[in-house]
């Protein structure tokens, strides 16, 4: 008789949305409150709720990736955030080499003891939100910590015993120059993370900083762009692999729990905002706490991911990594031809926006600069493709396949 095959142990990232920071930034449209400190101790009972409710569906899955994001994590307290990852583990089956990570802001990271406490319990990844090393761009973005506390926290972070931390930095802030960029990169490497990201400011509708523009000078897109290639040539002289369009690592410590993002792996989003994209069902909660509060999981988004949806996804994802396109694979997982796409692909290769390679095809630091136009094009291609399939088939042509 055949055994009935349970699948085990299938890997998933868990992500924790933490709602709270002390203030808000002038750029920032995260789903996130100042001044809600009161309602931690319930968030965290709302939390749990939540992740003993799901649990259940994770029963054949192995967190291999827990993430602390937000908001600012770190603003919970090392307390509540013990806490709650004991609550997880007990919930869930997690990995024990599972990388663990906590968002942390530099103003709420400098106590030595907590961050102690919250290496013993298990987080071992620590993402600081920086930003600038510029006190005066700092404060321009409404941040409120210093370049003195960014310091204070990286030694503090080292002495607690994190051996992978990352910072996070934003260039074409504005009135930023690019030696005020070249300084603060050079700055953050001197800090010797394991790990940098360096995002372009985006302007986003209903900020303070998007209402003051009018006031303020940014850099153009063509020194925006300057910027960026600045950082992705500075970084690998100094031994920072690429990995993403904005993610540099060491070697060894690219982040597994964002990979899962551009690899379409599964993970599993809790609290107000969060995302997840578990059991072939893409899923988002509403923005709103204190619904969440009340135990009312609202999904503000719900889709069942078709094939057709997950090619172009495939296609989107990808080409964010260096790892890129693998034609053999796209080819099987999804019984299209790449020949199309290849073709789209060798043009922009003329143009130096593309470079092929062993394992297929990805974009080259120039390309990640135009990736969305490059990626809309191959995905109009896509849609002709399924065209010529779909007009084949009616004629019974044999010969495209
Ligand atoms: S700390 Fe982060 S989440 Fe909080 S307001 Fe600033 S950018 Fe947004």
Partial sequence: MKKNTVQKDLPLGLYIHIPFCRSKCAYCDFYSLAGAEERMDDYCRALERHLAEVAPQAECHKADTVYFGGGTPSYLGAERLCRLLGSIRKLYKVDKHAEITLE??????????ALKRLRKAGFNRLSLGV????????????????????????????????????????????????????????????????????YGLKLEEGTPLYRRQGELTFPDEDMQADMYLYAVEFLK??????????????????????LKYWLMQEYAGFGPGAHSDFGNVRYGYARDLERYLKGELVLQESETVDSDEREREYLMLRLRTVQGV??????????????????????????????QDGNGWHLTAKGFLVSN????????????????????????????V
């Fill in 326 to 355: 693998d034609p053999r694979e796209f080819e099987y997982r999804f019984r299209q031809r790449f020949a199309p796409l290849a073709a789209l692909l060798q043009q922009c290769a003329r143009e130096g926006l593309a470079e």
């Fill in 104 to 113: 942390a802001n530099p103003d709420s990271a400098t106590d030595r003891k």
């Fill in 237 to 258: 002289q100094c031994g920072y692999e690429q990995y993403e369009i904005s993610n540099f690592a060491k070697p060894g410590f690219a982040s597994r729990h964002n």
């Fill in 131 to 198: 930003q600038s090393m510029d006190d005066a761009l700092l404060q321009t973005i409404g941040r409120i910590h210093t370049r003195q506390q960014v310091q204070e926290a990286v030694a503090a972070a080292r002495k607690a015993g994190f051996k992978n931390l990352s910072l996070d930095l934003i260039y074409g802030l504005p009135g930023q120059t690019m030696e005020g960029w070249e300084k603060t990169l050079s700055d953050a490497v001197g800090l010797h993370p394991e790990h940098l990201s360096c």
């Fill in 373 to 400: 136009r490059i990626i809309g094009l191959l995905q109009d291609e896509l849609a002709r493709e399924k065209n010529r399939r779909l007009e084949a088939a009616a004629r019974g042509d044999y010969r495209v």
